[in-house]
Nanobody
């Protein structure tokens, strides 16, 4: 059974940093492209970042230069390093397997990131 468990969210001041983790089980993480998406209160899902099976990374314009996606193959875990956080980064963050847009794919329960002074 495919399972994804996100963690690492929290309350942080603007300009701060967090590292989100997504522990995967039931499949080999590095064999699949993986995405991070987020959902702000009252808004739809927004794609944030992607890492391909070969390690190629992509980012939404809104986070380019501030966020970094990575993975630890030995731990079967996906990460998202969030730096220079802004209030508009406040959202529930999800890692997603087999994402094709919208609500597609398999995701975990999410981890909440709140950026506020």
């Amino acid at each position: 059974e495919v399972q994804l468990v996100e963690s690492g969210g929290g309350l942080v001041q603007p300009g701060g940093s967090l590292r989100l983790s997504c522990a995967a089980s039931g499949f080999t993480l590095y064999s699949f492209p993986m995405n991070w998406v987020r959902q702000a209160p009252g808004k739809g899902l927004e794609w944030v970042s992607r890492i391909s099976s070969t390690g190629i990374t992509r980012y939404a314009d809104s986070v380019e230069g501030r966020f970094t996606i990575s993975r630890d193959n030995a731990k079967n875990t996906l990460y998202l390093q969030l730096n220079s956080l802004k209030t508009e980064d406040t959202a529930m963050y999800y890692c997603v397997k087999d994402w094709r847009g919208g609500e597609s794919g398999t995701r975990g329960q999410g981890t909440q990131v709140t950026v506020s002074s």
